[in-house]
């Protein structure tokens, strides 16, 4: 997995096994693995990434209930098909209260509403070109 780097800010208010999963689930929507590849075992991501094995395999069940890995004991985490369920009314809402939230967070760090403007251009042209899944 050289390319795909997963990264955890230790000292951050977002625990460590949500960091992971949050890399990953954007790895997974964006590409970047396909079905059937593997993932680094729990205890090698634990010791790359410098943290206890528990916080690697809680990131792999959630990616599991999810839909995204097939977990299975001697064998590791594999990437799955996984086709994209139908949006929720609350899915949808919570997405909305989301986007608010963290646009209003941009806007009082001082990030420029014209940045933000072609972020979210740029991210659903690659929606649109089939980046995501």
Same mark, same amino acid.
């Given at each position: 997995m050289p !390319?795909? $780097?997963?990264?955890? !800010?230790l000292a951050g208010d977002v625990p460590a096994y949500q960091q992971? $999963?949050?890399?990953?689930?954007?790895? #997974? $929507?964006? &590409? *970047? #693995? @396909?079905? &059937? !590849? @593997?993932l680094p075992t729990v205890r090698q991501?634990?010791?790359?990434?410098g943290v206890h094995?528990?916080?690697? *395999? /809680?990131a792999y069940r959630l990616l599991a209930q999810e839909g995204w890995l097939d977990l299975r004991r001697g064998r590791g985490a594999t990437i799955i098909?996984? %086709?994209? %369920?139908? %949006?929720? %009314? +609350? *899915? /949808?809402? @919570?997405f909305a209260?989301?986007?608010d +939230?963290?646009?209003a967070k941009?806007?009082? +760090? &001082? $990030? /420029?509403?014209?940045?933000?403007?072609? @972020?979210l251009d740029s991210l659903a042209g690659k929606l649109r070109g089939g980046g995501g899944r």
């Amino acid at each position: 997995m050289p !390319d795909k $780097v997963i990264q955890v !800010d230790l000292a951050g208010d977002v625990p460590a096994y949500q960091q992971i $999963v949050n890399v990953l689930r954007t790895q #997974f $929507v964006a &590409g *970047a #693995f @396909q079905p &059937g !590849d @593997q993932l680094p075992t729990v205890r090698q991501l634990a010791m790359d990434l410098g943290v206890h094995h528990n916080t690697v *395999a /809680e990131a792999y069940r959630l990616l599991a209930q999810e839909g995204w890995l097939d977990l299975r004991r001697g064998r590791g985490a594999t990437i799955i098909a996984r %086709p994209n %369920p139908p %949006p929720s %009314p +609350e *899915a /949808e809402s @919570q997405f909305a209260r989301r986007l608010d +939230e963290l646009t209003a967070k941009a806007l009082a +760090e &001082g $990030v /420029e509403p014209a940045t933000l403007a072609k @972020q979210l251009d740029s991210l659903a042209g690659k929606l649109r070109g089939g980046g995501g899944r």
